[in-house]
């Protein structure tokens, strides 16, 4: 789905190479935020997911949101309302078929059809909390629990069958969070506290995996698993960092936060692949980016000053749509859009940084030689660009040094002599001498038909005489 909103924000677009990059390699990302007050449910987002159609779906802790690329729409509890549905703790959107979403809540499973966008409550499961869905190869629907282990729901005969502490296969906690199958074929259950079960559904058997077994995991409580493009499984843990499994080999390799390049944080919620190679990781400080190849980490966190950084550090989903969009949920911060693919476009704005730009709103632009570019803003008066290292320095560059009559600026030109003129909004027209700094101002005076006749100047101009025309 094509995202048609425009950013409220103003900023600078100035295009500098035909040539593509990618966020792989550790480029500024520029983050859409879609938030309540764009018309999402709520700012906590547990799941995401994307119909046949194009629609992006939300599941919150206030409800479900879908997104047409303008608008969003709530599906919430309705009292007394036929086909609402029943519970507002969207904890899990799984994609039935084309037309049919099953989704998990704090109070059972609700099926939801998209054509009469009615809910029906799956009455088996009436009242358990749903952490997970999956569907196994042979079709069957494995859902993970809060409390009650995990439930198998066979595809030819349409029962139930329960694997808990209880069951007469044992597993060892009735908490589970997360399910996976793996390449064998194996169903993995992420508890929460006791490591992860291995089923294989042929034989019954379950191997275990935790802090205490051969081959050890970082920690007993297991937040999220996934299955890479290479049939390796990654494991988000609670304070335990990322584990990976190689299935070639039946050992883990764990990543933990350190001093030198590393995860940012110990506490893995999501973990996604968008492209071979690269994994998104979501974390409690932010979004950090895994180079495989390279063994790299690039974190992405918030930055008070940066209207364009991710705007919550407590990441909790990550999905990459068929346009290439990736959305990122967080805890508090609703939702943070963009696409890994550049426009070939640099994109300059106010970050609060040293050596920014220091104005929203772009108003005037002069090239005095190849490289060398003065940019006038209507908030933040004069920059300089430094086309080499693509820093910006704010005029006046030093203490004691002439200043502008005015930060809104308008017009900028370069005259034959090399000065420049600067029209500002009620400032009148200055000309600065770039050697030496200094500044000669003019302003109207009623009295002196002499002078400008306004002090207002949006337009300078030299014509074939040399004269300057000032309006």
Known sequence: MIIKKLSRAIALLLFFSAFLTSITQAQKIFFRHYTVSDGLSANTIWDIEQDDQGYMWFGTKYGLSRFDGYDFKSFQYQKGIPGSIGNNFIRKIFKYNSKTFWIGTDEGIYIFNLETEKFTLFKPLENFFINDIIRSKDGNIWIATKEKGVYCFSSQTQKLRNFSTSSTVKISSNEVPKILQDDAGDIWFGTYGKGIDVLTPKTNQIRH?????SSKISSN???????????????????GGLNLWNKKTDNFTIYQKSSGNSISDNIVRTIYEPKPGYICLGTEKGLNIFDRKNNRFTVYQNKNNDPFSINDDAVYNVFK??????????????LNY????????????????????????????????PGQMWIGTEDGGLNYFNS???TFKKFPFSAGQDSLSYHNIHALYKDKSGNIWVGMYTGGLNILNPTTG?????????????????????????DRQGRIWVS
């Open 209 to 213: 995996y935790n802090t205490s077994s």
């Open 221 to 239: 409580v297991i937040l999220d698993m996934y299955k890479d493009s290479n049939g390796d499984i990654w494991i988000g843990t609670m304070a």
């Open 321 to 334: 749509d068929k346009e290439g969009g990736i959305w990122v949920g967080t805890y508090f911060g609703g």
């Open 338 to 369: 963009y696409h890994e693919g550049s426009s070939g476009f640099e994109f300059y704005y106010p970050s609060g940084v040293k050596n920014s730009l220091s104005g929203n709103a772009v108003s005037a632009f002069l090239e005095t030689k």
């Open 388 to 390: 080499v290292d693509k």
């Open 438 to 462: 200094k500044i000669k101002r003019y302003k109207s005076d009623p009295n002196n038909p002499g002078t400008l006749s306004d002090n207002s100047v949006y337009s300078i101009e030299e």
